[in-house]
């Protein structure tokens, strides 16, 4: 049984107690009776956590964490490459490299001359089935993305918001509201997509459209492009089929799939046209971009002024009725 306040920030629920400020950020969590507190910079991206006593601060390279210290001790150094955290060196200790499975989970340590120091294996939201050896490195479920998973609150920290691998969902709403569900991980598709940030997903193509299409219906783009897509598939197969006879074949589905491309692309293609028209009619040259939606008239032409100000209609020279030309 879970509550939540009025905005959808989990209140209790799992064993927890949690505690939000103005801007919906996790301050506190008692889980298990111990007590978390965070601390986090402008952007939303934590820099502190304090357990009990102990308080620790990370040192940031962007999003990532790169150290972490106590005090003033540096208590663990983190090497990133192209795939996310590399290795975790404590202060006195050598380095235990990361080993990651397809989704980027770390499922194995290993030491400098490649002796396995520890092992682990997740369920698809990342709550630990079975582990072997032991490791200080919270880099677990998606650690390749500097996710890290956290006994203390029993919460996985993805950034902009904490995902409970219990129940594969997050504490708090999603910011954005994309979607019928601002509580679920990865759109419900944890094993094909990952979600680096706590606000958006990626993975294979297929999956991540879909849930781009899922997450953004009510836009005009979107809607066009699935009624075309829809509308040209449906075309295409009565035209396949008047045309031979065949209804029911890898012929129609052909004939189906190329109307429901061309469809897509002119349902899009037609929203971005009329966009483009609208603005270009409301005088809107490439020195105009930044005043889209002002809805200025296209009384003759325009004049761009000087740079940021406003701009304003310039009437058209004179030109006399046909009439009183000589």
């Not at 061309?262 to 809107?284: I, K, M, P, S, T």
Request: charged residues 15%.
């Amino acid at each position: 049984m879970c509550t939540h306040d009025a905005n959808g920030n989990t209140l209790t629920g799992g064993g927890r107690s949690n505690t939000w400020d103005r801007s919906n950020r996790l301050t506190q969590c008692v889980y298990n009776s111990t007590t978390s507190t965070f601390t986090y910079r402008a952007d939303g991206i934590r820099t502190r956590m304090t357990v009990g006593t102990t308080t620790t601060d990370y040192i940031l390279d962007g999003s990532n964490v790169i150290q972490e210290k106590v005090g003033t001790t540096v208590t663990a150094r983190y090497m990133s490459g192209n795939r996310g955290p590399e290795y975790r060196r404590g202060i006195s200790t050598p380095p235990e490299w990361y080993v990651f499975d397809g989704l980027g989970s770390v499922v194995a340590t290993v030491s400098d001359s490649g002796v396995v120091q520890s092992t682990k294996q997740f369920d698809v939201y990342g709550s630990v089935r079975a582990s072997s050896g032991g490791t200080p490195s919270k880099h677990k479920y998606v650690g390749n993305l500097g996710h890290t998973s956290e006994d203390e609150t029993g919460l996985i920290y993805m950034r902009a918001r904490y995902m409970d691998p219990v129940t594969g969902r997050f504490e708090s709403e999603d910011p954005k509201q994309d979607g019928v569900n601002w509580f679920a991980y990865c759109s419900d598709n944890p094993i094909n997509v990952t979600d680096p940030t706590g606000l958006s997903i990626i993975g294979d193509l297929g999956s991540t459209l879909l849930s781009m299409m899922l997450g953004a219906i009510g836009d005009s783009y979107i809607n066009a492009t699935v009624v075309g897509m829809l509308g040209g598939g449906f075309i295409g197969w009565l035209d396949y089929g008047a045309e031979t006879g065949d209804w029911l074949s890898w012929g129609a589905l052909w004939g189906f799939g190329r109307g429901a491309m061309w469809g897509a692309a002119g349902g899009a293609g037609g929203v971005f046209g009329g966009r483009l028209g609208d603005n270009l009619r409301r005088g809107l040259p490439g020195w105009g971009v930044g005043h889209i939606g002002r809805g200025v008239p296209p009384v003759g032409a325009f004049d761009p002024g000087a740079g940021s100000g406003p701009m304003v209609p310039r009437p058209l020279p004179y030109q006399p009725p046909p009439s009183a030309q000589g």
